[in-house]
């Protein structure tokens, strides 16, 4: 049973760098039939679509949030990574990775998700 | 603002059948298979729909999805209490080359 589950600090400081990494275990990163993705959920509000890594590194992102953001994939490690620069309060949300798959465009399998809180 | 257009919220008694409509565009929905996913409060999203239409394995054959056009509806038969979530429809947008989601519904089974 294919699992994922995200790491990183909990609480980012205003202008830093907000950072997590994805594992994913029970399956292997380096696949051509998935990409694999980062979902957020401010407070109170819906899911967004922060972007997708493919094994090669190939990546597409959201256009709104393209210009910080930095996803990095290790294939060694079975790991993907999220990087968002110069966080605000905006960006406090529960951040979930997720599988993508590559026909159907969907997100089958998810991680349980962890709150990032960008407070001073 | 979402990409794609979903009611707030919908209700119904228990044991009725509810609809939720998502609507987008030819860029995404009009070109793209759609998804929904059933969210309850401090768990991952669940995928309910794939593809349009399809369940995975696991999921009841209570739940089923239709697309025509640029729109999509999940419809729900024999509601649950358990069935109270909040209910997302998504999809690829082929103009952004990103993956866009519907701004939730609240399903209530009063």
Known sequence: QLQLQES???????????????????????????YWGWIRQPPGKGLEYIGNIYYSGYTYYNPSLRSRVTISIDTSKNQFSLK????TAADTAV?????????????????????????? | ???????????????QKVTISCSGSSSNIGDNYVS?????PGTAPKLLIYDNNKR???????FSGSKSGT???LGITGLQTGD????YCGTWDSSLSAGVFGGGTKLTVL
Request: one cysteine or more.
């Open chain 1, 8 to 34: 990183g600090p909990g609480l980012v400081k205003p202008s830093e760098t907000l950072s997590l990494t994805c594992t994913v275990s029970g399956g292997s990163i380096n696949s051509s039939d998935y």
């Open chain 1, 84 to 87: 968002l620069s110069s966080a």
């Open chain 1, 95 to 120: 951040y979930y990775c997720a599988r993508h798959r590559l026909g159907a465009r969907d997100f089958d399998y998810w991680g349980q998700g962890t709150l990032v809180t960008v407070s001073s």
């Open chain 2, 1 to 15: 603002q979402s990409v794609l257009t979903q009611p707030p919220s919908v209700s119904a008694a228990p044991g």
């Open chain 2, 36 to 40: 929904w996913y059933q969210h309850l």
């Open chain 2, 56 to 62: 995975p394995s696991g999921i009841p054959d209570r």
């Open chain 2, 71 to 73: 729109s999509a509806t």
């Open chain 2, 84 to 87: 109270e979530a909040d209910y």
